[in-house]
């Protein structure tokens, strides 16, 4: 089992940066594909990006590709998410996740799990 904690969030002017962290416990953290979600107020929960294992594969919606980055540090049992160009429709509450499924997967249902969750307003 793995427990995650997500950092990073805030308040940020529209074109601004912020880079969320996502720390997990447990000894097994690289052999957890892991992914970033975000969920809106009054919208369904949507994959965002996700990295395999090794960090060799990342995959992003389309929405963020371009913007965002995501990456891992497995000697830091962390997964961060680089954030910039920011634009208000990027609001929403953002959610780490992490899968023993067999490859990276935008799909929330493949995910065992999930962190608590952190805020992120962009103004306009």
């Known amino acids: 089992q793995v427990q995650l904690v997500e950092s990073g969030g805030g308040l940020v002017q529209a074109g601004g940066s912020l880079r969320l962290s996502c720390a997990a416990s447990?000894?097994?953290?690289?052999?957890?594909?892991m992914g970033w979600f975000r969920q809106a107020p009054g919208k369904e929960r949507e994959f965002v990006a996700t990295?395999?294992?090794?960090?060799?594969?990342?995959n992003y919606a389309d929405s963020v590709k371009g913007r965002f980055t995501i990456s891992r540090d497995n000697a830091k049992n962390t997964v961060y998410l680089q954030m910039n160009s920011l634009k208000p429709e990027d609001t929403a509450v953002y959610y780490c996740a992490a899968s023993l499924g067999p490859g990276t997967t935008s799909a929330a249902g493949r995910y065992d799990y999930w962190g608590q969750g952190t805020q992120v307003t962009v103004s306009s």
């Open positions: 447990g000894r097994t953290f690289s052999s957890y594909i």
């Open positions: 990295i395999s294992r090794s960090a060799i594969i990342t």
